[in-house]
């Protein structure tokens, strides 16, 4: 569907800091052709962001990061997550841009090639966030210990593991985080091409 297909009748910020959040009444058109009720719904907007998974194929080895989320405090699990490498994108910058960035902010590791995975949307429901999606091939043979940025209250723990851990992780329900989740499955579905096509 079109613009024509949805109206925005009032957009009002509701808070403006590290995030936004923004309050839009509108409407929509049905697939019966009728248009909706006025709806009102609350939008946080985060910016967008960019994830990898760096992968090493001649070790077959992945490199995860743990560190604290406070988005999962109240998850069943602790609040100390195994994730991705990943960063939000600034105005002008490039989603590639953002990946070598982080990567050595995060990772203390170069990315020697980059394969994009997919674009998706976090969570459409509630937040405009959209993460585009890596993975990149590296060298783990010396990537290890912590990094982050002090000044943004980082602190993150690098692993090395193999891809039979990984799986084992993700499979076991360890790994509850998408950006790790899709990629960890993307990375099973081509792992034998990138192989081949990376060493």
Known sequence: MTEENFEIIEKTTCYKGFFKMTQLRLRYRKYNG????VLTREIFERGHAVAVLPYDPVR??????EQFRVGALDFPADPWLIEIVAGIIDEGESAE???HREMKEEAGCVIEELEHVCNYLVSPGGTTESTALFCGRVDATHVEGVHGLADEGEDIKVSVV???EA???LESGRINSASPLI??????MNRERLRQQWQ
């Open 34 to 37: 009728e248009w909706s009720e």
């Open 60 to 65: 077959d080895e992945v490199v995860l990061i």
């Open 97 to 99: 841009k953002v990946v």
């Open 162 to 164: 193999a891809y039979n």
């Open 167 to 169: 799986v084992a992780l």
């Open 183 to 188: 990629a960890l499955q993307w990375l099973m």
